[in-house]
């Protein structure tokens, strides 16, 4: 297929929404004026990075480019509502199996959260394969929630198990959109970023931003199943990254509800916000060491 | 330089605006609710297709990069107010001096026209550099310009001299955004679109999307001078791309005042819009067969 061709095909599968007024078809989208502030993510994706061509399936990449930046969303407690989707595609991958492969993944998560595919750039070239999203959203009537808001006596807690990523969830894991909304909806979050480095650097990212110490418990992280019983699973359900779970920080008084609402049985209090600086296991009295995948750092 | 030392160096040079709440450093940036209709567009990249790494100088790769997005905002007769750059960048060029005459480039564009760095994705990797820029903008009072608006009895204009651009101007032009801004203040532009893919091409994306046919005057197409005496001047006038001027369409009436305006004495009439389809030479009857340079699709 020439690149026309692939147009043609990628505007008959793009769903659209209310917040897009005109998208695929002019200079640039146009969307409607907002009430709430709007968030901006991206993120690129090359071929033997984020991603394995040889290995993954076409469409687990399109759902993975996507997912990463709805999964940002999440983290400011936003809700996701238009992407924008940029493609340097290899000569020997514009078959049309390779593309529709490819969004049908992207169009199915899309669907399944209301994104509306408003726009992008398709290009064909000698390289191997790169993808870049660009995700629009806006924030929770709360505002959204930033890195920098611990404080101390916060609770730390997490969303679901953490390591072993690359064994596939990194492709096909479901971004924590209806999560997020839904603790923004009941409870008032101080922090809380998506787990995309490891726990271990990105908890240092919130302590750094937010000018405190947090203290977790070892025996409280939560450890994928399929890596439970390896010897260095704990530092691996730190360090592996690519979880795209949340971490987030609230009240004592706050995680003490939490934690008695069934309907949150998936968060699992981890530690706690002191005043200080930097991560550490209870009672060790050295930061930790260990330090995250470093696959392509967010500004 | 590692990644984290590249993003320091990138947060200490990238301007900010008063659209932006908070840019760089959290898992999204957070924009001001608008008032206007956002505009949105996004444009990939790649070394030995729109760029050359070992010819273009890094802060000619930069501003480019940007450049084409802010001729799509003007294109739309907008103002461009946030972008979002993506980089692959290939382990030789993560030297600081590729890196900050990138940034340069890019950042010295944006403040002229004060647009904000407001995000990002930096990666490093095996493949050859690969650049994606996200631009938001907000309308015009008037509305956004579409592709679709061009009425017969209009007159078709373009903002200057076309074709050659690959000898240099490809990497250099500064987008049209104080000229779009400042005919929609003083005239009413019914279609816009910038010329990348060549005259030819784009025209007739404005004949196609409008339902209307285009009939140019050959001897009035403004043509660069370094290939005013070439053999095939015209055709490459209207089919090398990468001009990135605006061509548009306004009432007869309209196009009237606007001739006789000194101020806009860098527009030339090039032809009208009448009923029918396609784009032709006047006093041919078949329409103009030149294709334009297909150097990745926009949709």
């Known amino acids: 297929m020439n690149e026309q061709s692939l147009i043609d095909l990628i505007k008959k599968t793009c769903p659209s929404n209310a917040s897009v007024l005109l998208g695929i078809d002019d200079d640039a989208a146009v969307l409607k004026p907002t009430v709430r502030e709007t968030l901006v993510c991206t993120d690129m994706l090359m071929d033997g990075v984020h991603f394995l061509v040889k290995e993954a399936l076409p469409s687990a990449i399109g759902h ?101 990523s690359l064994s596939g969830h990194h492709l096909t894991f479901t971004p924590r959109l209806r999560e997020s909304r839904e603790l923004l909806d009941h409870y008032t979050i101080h922090s809380m970023m998506d787990v995309s480095d490891g726990l271990a650097k990105d908890l240092r990212e919130i302590t750094r931003q937010s000018g405190v110490k947090i203290i977790l418990d070892k025996s409280s992280i939560p450890i994928q199943p399929h890596i439970a019983t390896h010897k260095d699973s704990l530092q691996k359900a730190m360090t592996d990254g690519e979880d795209f779970e949340l971490c987030f920080t609230l009240s004592s008084e706050e995680a003490e509800r939490l934690k008695r609402d069934s309907k949150f049985s998936y968060c699992t209090e981890i530690g706690l916000v002191t005043e200080g600086e930097d991560l550490y296991f209870s009672g060790e009295k050295t930061a930790i060491s260990w330090q995250g995948y470093q696959h392509g750092v967010k500004r």
């Open 64 to 164: 993975k480019a996507l997912a990463v930046n709805l999964s940002d969303i999440a983290a400011m407690g936003g809700r996701a509502l238009s992407a924008y989707v940029s493609l340097a595609i290899p000569k020997d991958l514009t078959g049309e199996i390779f593309i529709q492969s490819f969004y049908q993944g992207l169009t199915d998560l899309a669907r399944s959260f209301d994104v509306a595919i408003a726009g992008g750039d398709t290009n064909i070239w000698k390289g191997p394969l790169v993808v870049n999203v660009t995700v629009l959203g806006e924030s929770h009537a709360r505002g959204p929630v930033l890195r920098s808001g611990a404080k101390p006596g916060d609770k730390v807690f997490v969303t679901g198990p953490l390591g072993g």
